[in-house]
Every structure is written in structure tokens, then in C-alpha cells.
């Protein structure tokens, strides 16, 4: 009998990257503090996986200004806040907030204050966890089970008072960890003190030296991310059209939109390449997966 956490552990791998097949996440298993099921069973997952996925609506970039929720001015605030503190936070390479993160972040945004950017943040990557479990949820066919989240939510709030559980000293702290990587200086915000998570930062302290590098390579997973989303996107895409009275996918519009996007990542990135903190960054980030990436370069 197969835990369901294991078929948990293996939708998360895959939604990382929807183009791997059931081999190469096996191998990622491996690399998890579990014992992995067989070869054949994870790529009966994978599988099931991707032929739910062809059942679902894409997921929707949230653009700028251009959906109905900015009408509201009670959720413009939020709306703008996050739109701009991912890039500030992760750089320019970020991909647009979805529809659903920006949903989950309105649902639960009165337990922020975004007045604060690290506030600001950590709603940006709880919206981010709800949608990816809601996610995961309907691709395994299963109801969404929040109470895990909702008691990190309440208990970082401080809603629920006393000692926080491990499930959110380790969520949190993973999210500021990335924080005090990427923008060190959003800590000394005030507001951080009343977080009561100081021991998140011994463990995550910046060395000035490899701060660079170590940017650097977040900027190519975001990048090795975007290549990868395109395709499953585009692909479930054309799949859809074939199976319309539209034939002629090569001359379509939505093949053209894709095949725009993917040039616009594949620029980026050779720009990135062609700095010499990129180019080492690129090379330490190669080492360390265990697939192939799909931005290749001599």
C-alpha cells in the first residue's frame, strides 16, 4: 500500500517540471528522506498526472491592470503590492502571478500587513503554497486539505498564541530564507522583529562572497522553470486546438504567442550567460540536477 504522500512527493516534483517523465522523477525520489516506490508505479503516476492535466483549464498569468479584480479598490492594494514585490524580491525574470495565487493572496491578505515589504512577501509565497496544494489536489483527484496551511496562516498571524508547530517554523523560515538571500536589506524592517522567528536567520546568513552566485542561480531555475512551463503550456495548447475544428496549429496565433514567450526566456538567459557571474552560476546550477536542463550552452 503506497502512502499518499508518496503520490504527494511525486506531483510536486512533476508540477516543477511538467516535461519529466516518470524515469527521471523516479531519480529525484531518490534524492528525498524516503524510500521510493517502484519505477513502474511512479511512471503510472506520471502518467495519470498528465493526462489530468489535459483536463484542467491552463492556469492564467495575472496581468497588470488588466482583470476585473482591478476594479475593486479594496483589492487593488493588495493586487499591486504583489505584483511588484516578486520582482523586486526575485528580479526581473520572475513570471507574472497566476489568477489562483492571486486569488488564495485576496482570500488571506487581512492577516498581512503590506505595509511591510517582508509582510508583503510572505503573502506572496502563502497565496503561492494554497494554489500549488489546490492545485496538486485536483490533479490527484482529492479534496484540498488546508488545515496543515490554515495553522501556519494563524499561527504566524498570531491568531493562535504560544509555541509555533514544526510545519510552520520550517515554512516560514524557508520563505525568509530565500528573503534574506535575495534582499537582505527588506530585514531590517522593523516589522521583522515582531515576527518572534529569529533563529530563521542564523541558519541563513549571506555570505557576501558567494551572495552574487547564489542570485545568480535562482535566476536560472526561474529561467529553466519558464522554459519548461512553456512547453507543458503550449502542449496542452495544441492539444486542445487539434481537437477543435482549427487544424492548422502551425499558423496559429496561440503558436505564436508560445514560440514568443520561449524566444523571450531564451534571450534572457543568453544575456544572462554572457556575464561571467552567469556563465559560473549556469555551471554549478547544471551540476546540481540530476535531469537535463533544457537551456543549453557550450
Not at 508547530?165 to 537582505?184: A, I
Not at 521583522?192 to 546568513?205: I, K, S
Not at 507543458?232 to 487539434?242: K, L, P, W
Not at 514567450?261 to 544572462?272: P, T, V
Request: glycine content about 6%; charged content about 30%; overall charge negative.
Amino acid at each position: 500500500m503506497i502512502h499518499p504522500k508518496i503520490r504527494q512527493k511525486i506531483a510536486e516534483l512533476w508540477s516543477e517540471d511538467m516535461t519529466l517523465g516518470g524515469t527521471a522523477i523516479h531519480q529525484l525520489l531518490k534524492e528525498e528522506p524516503i524510500k521510493p516506490p517502484s519505477l513502474r508505479f511512479v511512471q503510472d503516476e506520471v502518467k495519470k498526472l498528465n493526462t489530468g492535466v489535459m483536463k484542467l483549464e491552463p492556469q492564467a498569468e495575472l496581468c497588470l491592470w488588466q482583470h476585473e479584480w482591478y476594479e475593486d479598490p479594496e483589492k487593488v492594494p493588495v493586487l499591486l503590492t504583489l505584483h511588484y514585490i516578486r520582482t523586486e524580491v526575485e528580479g526581473p525574470i520572475s513570471s507574472k502571478m497566476y489568477v489562483e495565487e492571486a486569488r488564495w493572496a485576496l482570500k488571506i491578505a487581512r492577516f498581512f500587513d503590506i505595509s511591510s515589504p517582508v509582510y508583503a512577501y510572505l503573502l506572496f509565497r502563502f497565496a503561492v503554497t494554497y494554489a500549488k496544494g489546490d492545485l496538486m489536489a485536483r490533479l490527484l483527484g482529492q479534496p484540498f486539505d488546508t488545515r496543515t496551511l490554515d495553522r501556519a496562516l494563524l499561527e504566524f498571524s498570531g491568531v493562535i498564541k504560544g509555541d509555533k508547530s514544526e510545519t510552520t517554523f520550517l515554512l516560514v523560515r524557508d520563505f525568509l530564507s530565500d528573503l534574506k538571500r535575495l534582499r537582505p536589506e527588506y530585514l531590517e524592517d522593523p516589522k521583522t522583529e515582531e515576527l518572534g522567528f529569529r533563529g530563521f536567520f542564523e541558519d541563513t546568513v549571506l555570505n557576501e562572497k558567494n551572495g552574487d552566485v547564489d542570485t545568480e542561480i535562482d535566476q536560472w531555475k526561474q529561467l529553466e522553470w519558464g522554459i519548461a512551463r512553456v512547453e507543458r503550456e503550449g502542449f496542452i495548447a495544441e492539444g486542445r486546438f487539434q481537437a477543435s475544428d482549427n487544424t492548422d496549429w502551425e499558423r496559429s496565433a496561440d503558436k505564436t504567442y508560445f514560440e514568443n514567450q520561449e524566444n523571450d526566456i531564451r534571450s534572457r538567459a543568453a544575456d544572462l550567460y554572457a556575464t561571467p557571474e552567469g556563465k559560473t552560476a549556469y555551471d554549478l546550477f547544471v551540476k546540481s540536477i540530476n535531469v537535463q536542463n533544457k537551456l543549453q550552452f557550450p
